[in-house]
């Protein structure tokens, strides 16, 4: 029983040793990877070659902050500053043993913002800075800066935004003002309509009262002349119904009536008649006379 004991012991101190080394050899191949990476960015400045060494340090050994902090400063130098933000937040996260590789993880992220005008998670970055490192006089330095950079940004902001309101209330009022008019003009132009209407409508009257005015003059000419005429026509008939039906025509001046040409006439044949009654008595008597006529 002691015998099956010791084996089963030892069978497990080899897996533990073997996981150990196995564990080292990890742990180490993930340094080389590191180093591989510095040596390519510090001599050659092949970045890409440099990011793929970090990554399979990352790969090998995911515990391990130096790849992640090392990478983020790839990207840092490469002005890929949201890939570098998000390399030194993994890496301050993985770091616990050390606060000075935590302190400038938690830097370096603040120049990170800086860069990218997010002065506000600068100064956040830069305070954990300091809660690591309090010493640190370059770290303290880019605090106040951030500080005074954010703000100027919040001025600016406020003033961008007191300028918008402005801008929106002139807009407004400049609104509210054509708007004003327009309905200032529309009211002109219904003013303008209904004294057009109303222009219409007296001229319609005016004239309906011409025509009404003609028409009581038409009436009274037909009331007064008509009358007369009726008169002068009803006079007329009955001076016609007075006259005598067989009426002689009346005499024209200077001319004799036919009436009294036959008077006329009448009395020269007396008159003829009396001088031949004479001429014959003096026949009768033998005496010669000298006969003139009177007419």
């Known amino acids: 029983m002691k015998r099956y004991l010791i084996i089963i012991l030892c069978f497990q101190f080899g897996m533990v040793f073997s996981q150990e080394q196995d564990l080292a050899e990890t742990i180490n191949e993930a340094k080389r990877f590191v180093a591989t990476g510095n040596e390519v960015i510090t001599e050659e ?64 992220q603040g120049n990170t913002y800086m860069e990218q005008k997010k002065y506000k998670e600068a100064v956040e970055a830069y305070k954990n800075a300091l809660r690591n490192n309090p010493k640190d006089d370059e770290t303290r330095y880019n605090l106040a800066l951030a500080k005074k950079m954010l703000e100027e940004e919040q001025q600016q902001n406020d003033q961008n935004q007191d300028d918008q309101d402005q801008n929106k209330d002139q807009n407004q009022d400049q609104e509210n003002q054509d708007n004003q008019d327009k309905k200032e003009g529309d009211d002109k132009e219904d003013k303008k309509g209904d004294e057009g209407e109303n222009e219409k409508d007296q ?17 009274k000419e037909d009331e007064g002349k008509p009358k007369d005429e009726e008169k002068d026509q009803g006079e007329g008939e009955k001076d016609k119904q007075e006259q005598p039906q067989e009426q002689k025509p009346q005499q024209a001046q200077g001319q004799l009536s036919p009436q009294q040409v036959k008077s006329l006439l009448e009395a020269m044949n007396n008159e003829e008649k009396k001088v031949q009654d004479k001429i014959n008595a003096k026949k009768a008597q033998g005496q010669k006379v000298k006969t003139d006529k009177d007419w």
């Open 45 to 108: 400045g092949n970045f890409p070659k440099a990011e793929g060494e970090y990554r399979k340090a990352i790969a090998k050994n995911p515990i391990d902050p130096t790849a992640k902090y090392n990478l983020a400063n790839a990207y840092y130098n490469s002005e890929k500053y949201d890939e570098a933000t998000l390399r030194y937040t993994e890496a301050s996260k993985i770091e616990t043993a050390s606060k000075s590789e935590k302190h400038k993880a938690f830097h370096n």
């Open 203 to 219: 001229n319609e009257e005016e004239d309906k009262g011409e025509d009404k005015k003609e028409e009581g003059d038409d009436k």
